[in-house]
């Protein structure tokens, strides 16, 4: 992790918390992702990096603070492209979780497989929509397409 370019803190505005199982993979992918990640605005050297993620009207709301709250940049990314993307994730997602429950191991492990393609196929398209706005590394991209389709299910559900 860079010594200044990287996230300190996130928070997903719009989304209470709660107890239910997406409600702890999103803890969990929050602490993986403040504990090591890579995030850059381009053209900006003033981190380390406050972030809130929101869904304004339909479209993804990036806002970067520094650390102590100075406003950096704000982006706004069409989820267009990434419809495709959420359905799957969540159809398989729900599968995965019926069959921990229900299946065999080697069922569990041919959904889980699917599960992870993607969810890497949803993280290159955000680096691919992040170019020339943010740099972020694979593993950074795959915890912000966690938390983001998150807040795509959560403000399709309303």
Same mark, same amino acid.
């Given at each position: 992790?860079?010594? /200044?370019? !990287?996230?300190?803190?996130?928070?997903?505005?719009?989304?209470?918390?709660?107890?239910? /199982?997406?409600?702890?993979?999103?803890?969990?992918?929050?602490?993986?992702?403040?504990?090591?990640?890579?995030?850059?605005?381009?053209?900006?050297?003033?981190?380390?990096?406050?972030?809130?993620?929101?869904?304004?009207?339909?479209?993804?709301?990036? $806002? &970067?603070?520094?650390?102590?709250?100075?406003? &950096? !940049?704000?982006?706004?990314?069409?989820?267009?492209?990434? %419809?495709?993307?959420?359905?799957?994730?969540?159809?398989?997602? $729900?599968?995965? !979780? $019926?069959?921990?429950?229900?299946?065999?191991?080697?069922?569990?492990?041919?959904?889980?497989?699917? @599960?992870?393609?993607? !969810?890497?196929?949803?993280?290159?398209?955000?680096?691919? %929509?992040?170019?020339?706005?943010?740099?972020?590394?694979? $593993? /950074?991209?795959? @915890?912000?397409?966690?938390?983001?389709?998150?807040?795509?299910? @959560?403000?399709?559900?309303?």
């Amino acid at each position: 992790m860079s010594a /200044t370019e !990287h996230i300190v803190s996130i928070e997903l505005l719009g989304l209470p918390g709660g107890d239910t /199982t997406a409600d702890r993979e999103r803890r969990v992918a929050i602490s993986d992702l403040l504990d090591s990640n890579f995030f850059s605005p381009e053209g900006e050297n003033h981190g380390p990096y406050a972030v809130n993620l929101s869904i304004d009207d339909g479209k993804l709301a990036i $806002e &970067v603070k520094t650390e102590g709250g100075d406003p &950096v !940049h704000a982006f706004m990314f069409s989820l267009g492209p990434f %419809r495709g993307i959420f359905k799957d994730y969540f159809m398989i997602c $729900e599968s995965y !979780h $019926e069959a921990v429950r229900d299946s065999s191991l080697a069922q569990i492990e041919a959904i889980d497989m699917g @599960r992870r393609g993607v !969810h890497n196929e949803g993280a290159e398209l955000l680096r691919e %929509r992040f170019v020339g706005k943010i740099d972020v590394d694979f $593993e /950074t991209a795959r @915890r912000l397409f966690t938390l983001i389709g998150a807040l795509h299910h @959560r403000a399709g559900s309303n």
